[in-house]
């Protein structure tokens, strides 16, 4: 497991340094590279992590392995569409996420967490986390979009202009939050069908910080839609729902393993 950690660790920083070297040259980075060394480090962050979270004794969802399963998400996520997305600045900060994860599975301690064998779970938790770290790369892009358009009022955007134009990084903002409303949804239906117990003991805050933060990007999207939103606005929402579902997915659990265990 340590020699694939390694592998995705430089993987993954290889494709920060063509990406985040480039980001502000007129040309661009070379993509394509970005786009191999992205997916060395992929590959080698799930071959290490995989044998972790699922063996023969069931499915092992503690801390670590939760934590560094959002980011190889998410750097999935963003190597797939690397070649074709339009605004990249955000990449590097995912690519260094995705550093964190894969050095945490051999830097961290592995407690045991939680285990389970019900098929359906992975299915629902598979879910859940995807629709996280989508909802994580739009909250970054809120905040880019907060820049950008800071600058935009103070007229020093004539001097940065190899920076992504303003309608293009909110159209992929919510293209994003839509992408993981729909994935969120889906996790909520199949932890209502599939799971028994889905509000039973330990498991209620989960869901109620989750259906807390459906409502929260239900609504957001319903007022782009109807009314517009204002850039403050949508990096609230982001912000909320982002710390919602943190608090769903890993608040109990940052108790119980690192300071109860």
Known sequence: MELLAIIAI???GVAFYLV???LLDANGPNRKMATIAGGVGVLAHAAALVPLVIDGSGQHYSLVNTASLVMLMLTIAITLMLTRIKVIVVVPSVYLCGIFGAAGMVLLPQNEGYVFTNPALFV???SSL??????LIGSLYAFQLAAINRRLKDRKLMLES??????????QLYHFIMIGFAMLTF???????????FFGSGQAH???????????YGAMLWQHKTKGMRIRSAIIYSTAGVILLTLAYFGNRLVRELFIA
Not at 162 to 171: R, S
Not at 192 to 197: H, M, N, V
Request: hydrophobic share 55%; proline share 4%; charged share 10%.
């Open 130 to 135: 995807l629709a996280y770290s989508v909802f």
């Open 124 to 126: 629902h938790v598979g």
């Open 20 to 22: 985040a070297s480039k």
């Open 206 to 216: 989960k869901v109620i910080f989750t259906c807390a933060a459906w409502l929260v």
């Open 10 to 12: 430089l993987g993954y």
């Open 162 to 171: 190899t920076l992504p134009p303003l309608m293009t990084v909110e159209k």
């Open 187 to 197: 996790a909520l239906v199949t932890g209502f069908i599939f799971l028994e117990g």
